[in-house]
């Protein structure tokens, strides 16, 4: 039985396969829009090619004898979705659903989805849990919650299970120190804070010094890209073991850091000194996302490994690498 994840080359797919090829078999669908090929493990199987192309899939599900599906493909920038909604509908929701037709079609039962803490919106509490109030505010996370309402009706009426994963802030780099976070352009904060530490940016912007935060700064709950991929095996395991089905589940540390202290801290580990701008709000950034994570906590035994040193010492040592 093999695994196909969809989105494999890109930052978490990426780091997920790298978990499953000691144990499974695994064939890697990806475009290569927004991911690297040279970040697929090579034990993987790689089919370069679109979610919503129906003969790849055809092929891919005739061909192999899968199992699950773990989708991430995805686009993923909130601001891009704001000035560009119909190419986050067209490849978030449009191509999911042609992917979600071939698994029906071919008897494919079980998916594991990538979603995200946007789709809280700006949430009316600081710790979120799984009951807080779904309220997206931008097109990335509208895309998103639509995916995970067309799961629960699909699971109604065919012979198919889910689980949602709503991930908070993803962080860090594999501990092989293979493969790391890279996007082009490259829009998050660790990743950015570590790149002008090394020299390759001029200065860092902090988006925002008044906010309702202890220190005016966003606070986010950053988790390490290992625990979130031991929590997609964990829940397909779940699943195909019968014990779990059709949930949806947070992926965060449960402890928020400010913009300002994530920067501390990547001076701490790099022993570097930060150049910092002040700089205005960035569009559609709520104050703070910090994530309670017991409810798989309780049903998988999943808790996160690494804390913030650690996630920010990984991914010090994947980007000085
Ligand atoms: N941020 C920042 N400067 C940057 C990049 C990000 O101040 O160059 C802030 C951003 O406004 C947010 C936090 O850092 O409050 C985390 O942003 P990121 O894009 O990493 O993740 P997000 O929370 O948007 O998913």
Known sequence: MAILVCGGAGYIG????????????????????????????????????????????????????????????????VGESVENPLKYYRNNVSATLVLLEKMIEHGVKRFIFSSTAATYGIPDTDVITEETSTNPINPYGRSKLMIEQILADIACVHDFQYIVLRYFNAAGAHESGEIGESHDPESHLIPIV????????????????????SDGTCVRDYIHITDLARAHILSYEGM??????????????????????????????????????????????????????????????????YDLQAIIGSAWAWHSK
């Not at 570590?194 to 935060?213: A, C, E, P, W």
């Not at 540390?253 to 701490?268: H, K, L, M, R, W």
């Open 240 to 305: 195909a073991n019968g014990k779990i089905a059709n949930k949806t589940y947070n992926l965060g540390n449960g402890a928020g850091y400010s913009v300002n202290e994530i920067i501390d801290t990547c001076q701490q580990v790099s022993g570097k000194q930060a150049t910092v701008e002040y700089a205005p709000r960035r569009a559609g950034d709520p104050a703070t996302l910090v994530a309670s994570s017991n409810k798989i906590t309780d049903a998988l035994g999943w808790t996160p490994v």
């Open 14 to 77: 990426s780091h997920t396969v790298k978990e499953l090829v000691s144990t499974y078999e695994v064939v890697v669908l990806d475009n290569l829009t927004t991911g690297f090929e040279h970040l697929i493990d090579e034990r993987a199987d790689f089919v370069k090619g679109d979610l919503g192309d129906r003969a790849i899939l055809d092929e891919i599900f005739t061909t192999h004898s899968i199992d699950a599906v773990f989708h991430f493909a995805a686009n993923s920038l």
């Open 194 to 213: 570590l790149q002008h530490l090394m020299g390759q940016r001029d200065k860092i912007s902090v988006f925002g010094t008044d906010y309702n935060t």
